[in-house]
C-alpha cells in the first residue's frame, strides 16, 4: 500500500514561509496530477495548488503570487513553498498524487501549519 508522508509544516510568523515536502513510500506509475489541499479549522477541505504531469501548475485564487508548488514524477515527490504567510493560511495541509495507470488518488495523512498574527 502506497503511504504518501508529508513534512515541513509548524508554526510561523505571519509574513513567513515555510515549505512542505511530500514524498512517496514507493514508485507510482502513471503520475498525472500532484497537488495540495488544506483543511483550515472548522471548515471544509479545500484545494491548495496542483501541477499536472507537463508541468502545468495550478493555484487557489487565495495563495496565487504567494505560493509555489513543484514536484517529481519520477521521484513521487511535491513541494509547496509558502511565502508571505497569512493567519488564514492556518490549517492542516494534505498532499495527494492521482495515478492514471490506477485510478486512484494517494493521500498524506496531514500536516499542520500554524501561522500567528
Known amino acids: 500500500q502506497v503511504q504518501l508522508v508529508e513534512s515541513g509544516g509548524g508554526l510561523v510568523q505571519a509574513g513567513g514561509s515555510l515549505r512542505l515536502s511530500c514524498a512517496a513510500s514507493e514508485t507510482i506509475s502513471g503520475i498525472h496530477v500532484m497537488g495540495w489541499d488544506r483543511q483550515p479549522p472548522g471548515k471544509e477541505r479545500e484545494s491548495v495548488a496542483l501541477?499536472?504531469?507537463?508541468?502545468?501548475?495550478e493555484y487557489a485564487d487565495y495563495v496565487k503570487g504567494r505560493f509555489t508548488i513543484s514536484g517529481d514524477n519520477a521521484k513521487a515527490t511535491v513541494y509547496l513553498q509558502m511565502n508571505s504567510l497569512k493567519p488564514e493560511d492556518t490549517g492542516v495541509y494534505y498532499c495527494k498524487i492521482y495515478s492514471w495507470r490506477t485510478g486512484q488518488y494517494y493521500w498524506g495523512q496531514g500536516t499542520q501549519v500554524t501561522v500567528s498574527s
Open positions: 501541477v499536472r504531469s507537463g508541468g502545468v501548475t
